[in-house]
């Protein structure tokens, strides 16, 4: 079983390029949710998952959009992207909202 | 909406000592809150959580507190070992939304 899996492990996009970050995770969890990782800056919520076919904006949607065509997969892509989107990203799941979050091992994203 | 104070950024302490991290949250509402422990290069892992209906946690070399009506919970680490080395996360989530709001991390270093 490999928990939560993300692709790349890291990239470097110019400004203005489409780039999707993508998440499979095959433990059948409900819940999936999308963070950025910054410096000192802990991780905020981009987007989440309730279930298969829901998605919802945490603190920072804006530049971002996610899709839950089922249950395994979760997409995050950035349409335009801009030099203040270089961060480490980190796909998590929970079996239900409010339970442990499993985290994946990230993708760092370059924007230059 | 709901903000999450954690104090110290960084802590060093000398092997076999004990280490307290603590996180403040705004939120009155917030009843889950989980530690997590990130290594270098990799996700974040959850190491311990606690609920608002309980107010202390122990597992093993590792408690968390809980005050809900001070609104701050701690990480209390004893018997420290190098291995212990990581950035600590806190995080604290509301039932009624389920999204996770984290504090900005404190890097622990044990020196052996």
Redesign the interface.
């Known amino acids: 079983i490999a928990g939560i899996t993300q692709a790349p492990t890291s990239q470097i996009l110019a400004a203005g390029r489409r780039m999707t970050l993508r998440c499979t995770q095959d433990m059948r969890h409900n819940a999936m949710y999308w963070y950025r990782q910054d410096l000192g800056l802990g991780l905020r919520l981009i987007h989440y998952s309730n279930t298969a076919g829901t998605t919802g904006k945490g603190e920072v949607p804006d530049g971002y959009s996610v899709s839950r065509a089922n249950t395994d997969d979760f997409p995050l892509t950035l349409a335009s992207a801009v030099p203040s989107q270089t961060s480490v990203y980190f796909c998590a799941s929970s079996e239900t909202p409010n339970h442990e979050q499993y985290f994946g091992p990230g993708t760092r994203l370059t924007v230059t | 909406?709901e903000n999450v104070e954690?104090h110290p950024?960084t802590l060093s302490v000398q092997e076999g000592d004990s280490a307290v991290i603590k996180c403040t949250y705004s939120d009155s509402a917030s009843?889950?809150f989980?530690w997590?422990k990130q290594e270098l290069g990799?996700?974040?892992?959850?190491i311990i959580?606690i609920r608002s209906n309980v107010g202390e946690k122990k597992d093993q070399r590792i408690a968390v507190t809980l005050n809900k009506t001070a609104k701050h919970f701690s990480l209390h680490i004893t018997e420290t070992q190098p291995e212990d080395s990581a950035v600590y996360?806190c995080a604290a989530?509301m039932?009624s939304s389920?999204?996770?709001?984290?504090?900005?991390?404190t890097r622990l270093l044990v020196r052996p």
């Open positions: 909406g954690q950024s009843n889950y989980p997590y990799k996700g974040p892992q959850l959580d996360f989530s039932k389920y999204k996770l709001i984290f504090g900005s991390g």
